[in-house]
């Protein structure tokens, strides 16, 4: 492997600031959709299209036709998440720099660098054994808006034997994992209104009303300190684990302790005591603060009474539970625990259902033995606490969709100082290499 040569292409693809929530940078999603357009080119692609959006299009195309042979679809995401706080980064996060044998890059490991991994992993082989598809989007950290629609007008391009989807990360180190379930996700804006215009504390504190105060007590009634989400409804659909999946979480390597000082680096963890930290991660589903605006924030004084407040929130949802309920249940726990005087609205900005996949097909089979003999160990099943909010849309063609990945969990996605580690990199080359060949070899499923 060429691996200095591999380092200045990766490099040049996490260069490309391809934020696609932030306007600003549409041109830069359109720049990252053409990288991917031309690797694809390299692979001998014919049929390279760019789909559904100027800025943020589908990058889509087929590998050289291997006749008898499965057809794989290769999904991954070319945007990224917002680089700030940039104060925190040790390196500017679009000038990945190589520091102890990792790159530290924002996309290195979400998902730009595992792009990159699946798609060298094609180019080190002699040639390709298996029917690839691609669908690399732009939006997924977005909502995959323009995936959604393409997959609703043109659902053939979900045919095939498997879709891999390397999204993902080991449950530990030296522990490949591939993923039964993704929490969904539920996100929103509520704006509380107490007075027309904001008012001068002097003159009206201390019996007008506060629009920061209200949204205060009406978030600590929506969640309370022991964890507790209090939207009725909420739970109901929600099923605990079997015994026999909480007995093999047991077994994996994963230490409170550990998580709390090394990962979470706080002082103590928070949530539903009764239950064990990875079920909180991985099987019930949250209730998170994201920003609050409004008032004043800027330097220095300014004594005003806010008369508007507003609140991103988002809510992980677990199997069972339905975006669409979950709207409507936050939306109706907002009105009846916001006081009768202060005007409350809740506005969603974007959501997904959680998933569920059955990892009994032959495919997983093959995907565990590549990492095998690569890596030393096969790989075990095991929940994820994030999202993808396009998977169901992936699977509605009925293949099964492998959800695996070569991060680690400490590589800080949608934080600052993001990295992937090289060994992964150089590990994962091969081992998806070797899963193509033995997909190959096992014929049509
Ligand atoms: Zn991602």
Not at 104 to 113: H, L, V
Request: one cysteine or more; hydrophobic letters at 40%; a neutral charge.
């Amino acid at each position: 492997m060429d691996q200095e040569r591999l380092l200045r292409e990766l490099t040049e693809f996490l260069r490309i600031p391809s934020v696609s929530t932030l306007p600003t940078h549409n041109k830069d999603c359109r720049a990252a959709a053409e990288w991917v357009g031309a690797e694809l080119r390299r692979l001998g692609c014919h049929d390279v299209e760019f789909l559904g959006s100027e800025t943020h299009p589908v990058v889509s195309g087929k590998g050289p036709d291997v006749p008898g042979a499965p057809t794989l679809i290769i999904y991954g995401h070319y945007d990224v998440q917002p680089p700030d706080p940039l104060g925190e980064w040790t390196n500017p996060p679009f000038e990945p720099a190589i520091r102890d044998g990792k790159i530290y890059a924002r996309g290195s490991a979400d998902d730009k660098g595992q792009v990159f991994c699946l798609l060298k992993a094609i180019a080190a082989l002699p040639r390709p054994p298996v029917n690839f598809r691609f669908l690399i989007e732009g939006e997924e950290e977005f909502g995959s808006t323009v995936l959604f629609d393409l997959l609703k007008r043109e659902p053939q391009r979900v045919r095939a034997d498997a879709v891999l989807v390397a999204d993902m990360s080991y449950v530990a180190p030296e522990w490949p994992a591939v993923y039964t379930t993704l929490r969904g996700l539920c996100y929103a804006e509520i704006t509380v209104r107490t007075s027309k215009t904001d008012l001068h504390s002097g003159e009206y504190g201390g019996a007008a009303p506060n629009a920061h105060e209200e949204l205060c007590r009406l978030l600590s009634r929506l969640k309370s300190e022991d964890g507790k989400i209090n939207i009725p409804g909420f739970y109901g659909p929600v099923k605990r684990p079997s015994k026999a999946e909480l007995a093999a979480w047991k077994k994996l390597p994963f230490n409170e302790k550990d998580f709390l000082r090394k990962r979470v680096q706080a002082k103590a963890l928070v949530g539903l005591k009764k239950y064990s930290v990875l079920e909180r991660l991985w099987a019930l589903p949250t209730f998170e603060i994201h920003g609050i605006l409004g008032g004043f924030t800027g330097e220095g004084a300014k004594t005003v009474i806010p008369a508007e407040a507003t609140v991103k929130v988002s809510m992980r949802l677990v199997p069972n539970q339905k975006l669409a309920a979950v709207e409507r249940q936050l939306a109706a726990a907002v009105k009846r625990l916001a006081p009768k005087f202060v005007t409350a609205t809740v506005r969603f900005l974007h959501g997904a259902d959680p998933a569920q996949i059955e990892v009994d097909h032959p495919a997983f089979q093959l995907l565990g033995q590549a990492f095998k003999e690569v890596t030393g160990r096969a790989t075990v099943p095991a929940r994820a606490g994030g999202s993808i909010p396009v998977v169901p849309a992936l699977a509605s063609g009925g293949a099964p969709v492998i959800l695996t990945g070569i991060g680690l969990p400490d590589d800080r996605l949608h934080a600052p100082n993001e990295k992937l580690d090289l060994k992964q990199l150089w590990d994962g080359i091969e081992v998806f290499g070797r899963f193509y060949e033995l997909l190959g070899g096992a014929g049509r499923m």
